[in-house]
Structures are given as C-alpha cells and as structure tokens.
C-alpha cells in the first residue's frame, strides 16, 4: 500500500501559503484569504477616546484614551474564507465642561476585539475606561486627585492598552489642567502644577508587517490634557492629540487610522463659543492582516514540488535560544526636606543559569525591542517624582521604577522596584506586577526612605534628620563584562543633616541635604537607576535612569540591531564567541536574527 505522504516518512505538514498577501483596512470591509493561507500576522486597533471640553473659566479636559492595540504574530484561518473586519470610529470629543469624551468603537478581526479608548475626564467628570484610559480632568471639591481612566479594559493578555493620567486640583499649590490619554506603550502623563499631562505612547508595530504601512506602524498613541494657565500635553507618539493651551481653545484631533486619543479643550477667558472649547475627537482604527508562508513538520513530495513552482517554498528554518536582560527605566526622585529617592526600574534576567528564550521562525527572527526612559523627578512638593517607563523583550516585560513620594504628599509609587515614601507614608511596593523571580524590591519608609532596588529595599529612617539610602542593585556579566544594573534612589535628609544619603550600587541617584545646599543626582542613564530626592527648600528631585536590554545568542546566529546607535559584539574567549546585542536608545528598537 502506498503512503499517504508522498513516501515520505512523517505526519502531512499543516502549510500556510498566503504568499505574504498583506490587507489594510482603514475602514470596516471583508477579507478573502488565499486558498493556500492557514496562517495570517495581524494588528487591530480600535479608535481613540474623545478628549474632555472646557468652557468655564480655568477649566480643562483631560486627554482621550487610545484605541485597544492587540496583535498576534500566527493566528490560525481557513484559506479561501471570508473575515468580516470592523474597523472602530473614534469618540467624540466633548463639548461641555463638566462632561467625558465619547468612547472610541471597538475594531474587529476574527475572534480578537480591541477595545474602544477612554473618554477624556472633564471638571468633576470621571475619564472614561477602556482600551486605554481617557485622562483626568480637574476635580471637584473636595478632591486633589483625580484618577485617569482605566486601560486594558476588559482585560487582556497581553495589555492592550494603559490607563490615563491624573490631574490636581483642590492640592496646593492647584492646577487645572488635563490628564494625558493612556497609550499602548505607556500610560498617560500627570498633570503638573502648570502643565497638562502628555499622552502615553502608543506602540510600533512595523517590524511584523511588511514596509510601507500607514503611519511608521506607529499606533495607539494617547491624547494630551489641555491646560488652561501653562502649556497643554502634547500627544502620544502613534497619533494622540495635543492639548490646548494656555487660552481657550479646542483639543487636536487624535490622527485618522491610527487610534489615537484626541487632545483636550482649555477656557480661561470665561464663556468662548462652544467650537473653540470643544475636546479633540479620537482618530478611527486600523486592522492589517498579513497572510503568512509559514510550515513546520513533514512535508509531501507533490505540495514541495506545487510550493518550489510557485515561489512559496518557506526560508530554512531558523531556531536559536538567547540569553537575555531586560532592565526597565528607574523611577524619579521626589521634593522637599523628605523627599523620597525613586525607585530601581525592574530587573529581569536569564543570564546565568535562568530559563532561556526561543525562537524559531523560517527564514529571519525579527523582533520588537522597548527600552524604557526614566521617570522625571519632581519639581513641586505637591506632585510625586513619575515612574520609569517598561522595558520589554519578546514576552519578558520589567516594570517601571516607581516614582517616590514628595513632602508630605503621600507615598511612594509601586513599580518594578518602589520609590522611597515621604514625611509619614509608606514606600511603594516592588516586584509590581509580581513576577518570578522577583524584579525588584519595597522603597523605604519615612521620614525620606530610599528607593528600592533589585536585590535589596530602600533605606528606612526612623528619624527626618536623614534620608535613607537606595536599596542595592545586581551586577549582572551577559555583555562580557560585571556591571550593576537597577540601584535605588537615595532620600533627601534635612536641614540639619549632615551628609548626602546615597544612591544603590547601580546607578542609583543620590539624595540631597539642605546643608550646604547639594543638590540630588540623577540615576545614571542605561542602568535602570532611580533619581536621587531632594533635601530642603528649592532642591528638588532627579530624574530616573533610562533602562537597557542586551541580548546573548551563540556565536554561529547573526544579529543586528535597529536603529544603529544600538551594537551588536562578539565576545573573546572563554565566553566561545558568544554574540551580544546591546539596546540603550529609549523607545522602540528592533533585534533581526538570522
């Protein structure tokens, strides 16, 4: 009896022929796969939130939320097959003060719905949950704070979205600005006592489709918060919309196509007409569907001889397991005689000994690659130090560092590791989201804890003569050479302190004194350091360390690194010829290995 395959021993090969067929859909429509295609790459970006509007005197809106960003690199279909795709309209903005921005629609493709952005919050209107959370707007009596919007709403793994920015108001000293839309790389921008919060990032998803796309497949960027008295946010890489202000104005549009939140409105004239205090509307989503020429396992002889004659036949297969070291962006350092130091960014490694990541793919690996930046310290005794940006590899995500407590405006922030808490309040919580094992550790507590850091918890101080020093970071050797990565902040002390608390081994900032007037430092850059907090009147806290990923892989595998400022080295023996791609520019990058 002959065999079923071909003759050739094995089970039928489960084949995609799609023949790298890509749609792009900018508005709802149909798709027909190829009759080959059983594999397709996909993105679907749901449209942005509508920002909040103004009209008032001093009122602002807050940012809209972007579009749900969700995507798969091989999701299954039947060839030959209609897909009804819907692509999600943006929300609209609002017209009124006290009212939120309209959500954005959900988009569609298959069984993966991305959900609709966050409305922008409006004065005492809350901001609106969704994909990414809308922004917050000024707040009633008697709040001070007002939360942004929730993201990833409904949730989803992974995230498709961030929540938004908070705002200030009834805090001292007050600001009526707007909080920044969520993005789908980062979550929105705080309000400053004189600026509106900047969209959160959106995400770049170019590297899984096939150039040009629309919009740089940058997508899902949040709106900016309008501000009524200083400058409004600007938006979210990935088509957020900039804020209004100072004045009275309406908010910027999020971008069409891209699911980006609108911007917000600004009055601070008293009543303007109603279309110059109108928030910005959300930009419509996108989906793109690239049908993928992909097989694994045994092939039969007749569909090798159909795909050679055709052109289909698959790229060798290409598999390769990596070491790898992923360090998140430190948290900033905040203000005042206790001003807690920011905490480390988190620290997530496989080097040595840990569990390595594989790939295997036909023909090149291509891989997005997210360093995160550092967490701007705090100028305002009434606002934290921010929390540092993720850092992301493949399915490794290290969390920001959280921003540290300022005088007596509460504690610190949770994050990878937690920023250092203020006058009575408690530290952040670290390894947060928990993860195993552990990316970081808890910032001390008052008077001026220290940050955490990777392997030890920020200084507490019992006393506010002091500030605590940064807790401990690890020395990791993946490039080669023993470095220390993720070093807590260190507190600011008193006036009568006498001596600067310092930062964790690992680049964490040092905290400042009132005597002789030092300064805090910042968290050295591409170690995931957290920033120094200040120690007296007018010494304000230091920006967070941006993090750093490096890469390890065997010697015979090939890599290289986008943009180039990154490096790709061969290490010398013992190490075997090992290669190491190092990525230090914040943002995306990309890591192709062949």
């Not at 209609?82 to 954005?104: M, Q, R």
């Not at 709106?223 to 400058?231: H, K, Q, V």
């Not at 989906?287 to 052109?311: D, M, P, T």
């Amino acid at each position: 009896m002959g065999s079923p395959n071909g003759g050739i021993v094995g089970v039928i090969n489960p084949t995609s022929f799609g023949k790298c067929t890509q749609t792009i859909a900018t508005g709802s429509t149909t798709l027909t796969t190829q009759p080959g295609t059983r594999l397709v790459a996909t993105a679907v970006v749901a449209g942005g939130g509508g920002a909040g509007g103004a009209g008032n005197l001093f009122t602002s809106g807050g940012g809209g939320g972007a579009g749900g960003l969700r995507t798969c690199t091989s999701f299954s279909v039947c060839g030959a097959t209609p897909y009804p795709i819907t692509v999600g309209a943006g929300g609209a903005g609002a017209i009124f003060y006290n009212a939120v921005g309209g959500s954005g629609n959900p988009s569609v493709f298959s069984t993966i719905t991305s959900t609709g952005g966050g409305g922008g919050g409006g004065y005492s209107a809350v901001a609106g949950n969704g994909g990414s959370g809308g922004g917050a707007g000024p707040g009633g009596i008697p709040a001070c704070k007002t939360q942004g919007g929730t993201g990833n709403t409904p949730p989803v793994s992974p995230p498709q979205g961030n929540s938004g920015g908070t705002s200030l108001t009834y805090c001292s000293p007050s600001s009526n600005s707007g909080g920044g839309g969520g993005g789908a790389a980062a979550v929105g921008g705080n309000v400053t006592p004189t600026n509106g919060g900047v969209g959160g990032a959106g995400l770049d998803i170019s590297p899984l489709f096939t150039s040009p796309i629309p919009s740089s497949g940058i997508y899902s960027g949040g709106g900016g918060g309008g501000s009524s008295l200083g400058t409004g946010g600007s938006g979210g890489t990935g088509g957020g919309g900039a804020g209004s202000g100072p004045g009275y104005g309406a908010g910027t549009a999020g971008t069409t196509n891209t699911g980006g939140g609108g911007g917000g409105a600004t009055a601070s004239t008293g009543q303007p007409n109603p279309g110059a205090r109108t928030g910005g509307d959300g930009g419509s989503g996108i989906v793109i569907v690239k049908e993928l020429n992909k097989a694994s396992g045994v092939w039969n002889l007749k569909s090798q001889f159909s795909a050679r004659k055709q052109g289909t036949w698959p790229s060798p297969l290409v598999s390769v397991d990596v070491d790898y070291l992923v360090v998140a962006g430190g948290g900033g350092g905040g203000t005042g005689f206790y001003g807690g130091g920011g905490g480390a960014g988190g620290y997530r490694t496989s080097f040595p000994g840990g569990t390595k990541l594989t790939f295997s793919e036909f023909g090149s690996i291509t891989v997005p690659v997210t360093v995160g930046a550092g967490g701007a310290g705090s100028t305002s005794v009434s606002v934290k130090g921010s929390s540092g940006t993720p850092s992301i590899f493949s399915t490794i995500t290290s969390a920001g560092g959280g921003g540290a407590g300022s005088r007596c405006n509460g504690g610190g922030v949770a994050g990878g590791s937690g920023g250092g808490g203020s006058c009575t309040s408690p530290g952040g919580a670290g390894n947060t989201p928990p993860v195993s094992p552990s990316q970081g550790n808890a910032g001390g507590n008052p008077f001026g804890g220290g940050g955490g850091g990777a392997s030890a918890a920020g200084q507490t101080i019992s006393s506010p003569n002091f500030g605590g020093s940064g807790g401990a970071g690890s020395a990791n050797s993946i490039s080669g050479c023993s470095v220390n990565y993720s070093g807590g902040g260190g507190g600011g002390g008193d006036a009568i302190a006498p001596r600067i608390p310092n930062g964790g081994t690992g680049g964490g900032g040092s905290g400042g004194t009132s005597t002789g007037a030092i300064a805090s430092t910042a968290g050295t850059a591409n170690t995931g350091g957290g920033g120094g907090g200040g120690g007296g009147s007018g010494l304000v806290g230091s920006s967070g360390g941006s993090g750093i990923i490096i890469i390890r892989a065997p010697g015979s595998v090939n890599m290289s690194v986008s943009p180039g400022i990154n490096t790709v080295t061969t290490l010398p023996a013992p190490a075997g010829g090992c290669k190491v791609a190092t990525f230090t520019v914040s943002g995306s990058n990309t890591l192709t290995i062949s």
